[in-house]
């Protein structure tokens, strides 16, 4: 996957934004928490994202994959693919649809239902 592939995959989430920041990395957030990285790797293409604990314990041990720089060091679930070994694009994009549910997820009700994201679990709120 180049960047400007998953920088057009990301734009099709909805009520997401992108920036450009911390080194010429490519940041895309929902509801201004960042949910995917592009860059981060000295100059070589990498992509970062969020994941659950399982996947986490599973995916940092693959080929092509650690533990994102940063991220995880504070204790943050984060992988980052730098190579795409085991990890191919169609998973990639998988996964970093995982990561916008997971962050999402973890708004607000109230800014979720600003984005327009309500989620089935938010019906008995109102």
């Not at 920088?7 to 080194?23: E, Y």
């Not at 981060?40 to 533990?67: Q, Y």
């Not at 970093?96 to 989620?119: D, F, H, M, P, T």
Request: glycine share 8%; aromatic share 12%; charged share 30%.
């Amino acid at each position: 996957m180049t960047y400007d592939e998953f920088n057009s995959f990301c734009a099709t989430l909805p009520a997401t934004s992108h920036v450009v920041q911390w080194g010429g990395s490519h940041v895309w957030k929902v509801g201004e928490k960042v949910f995917a990285i592009g860059g981060w790797n000295d100059g070589k293409e990498a992509f970062t994202f969020k994941v659950s604990d399982v996947a986490f314990e599973i995916l940092k041990e693959e080929r092509g994959l650690r533990p994102a720089p940063y991220l995880a060091s504070r204790g943050m679930k984060w992988i980052q693919r730098y190579d795409d070994a085991v990890l191919d694009d169609q998973d990639l994009k998988r996964y970093l649809r995982e990561s916008y549910r997971i962050v999402s997820l973890g708004l607000s009700k109230k800014r979720r239902r600003a984005l327009g994201l309500n989620q089935p679990e938010d019906d008995g709120d109102r």
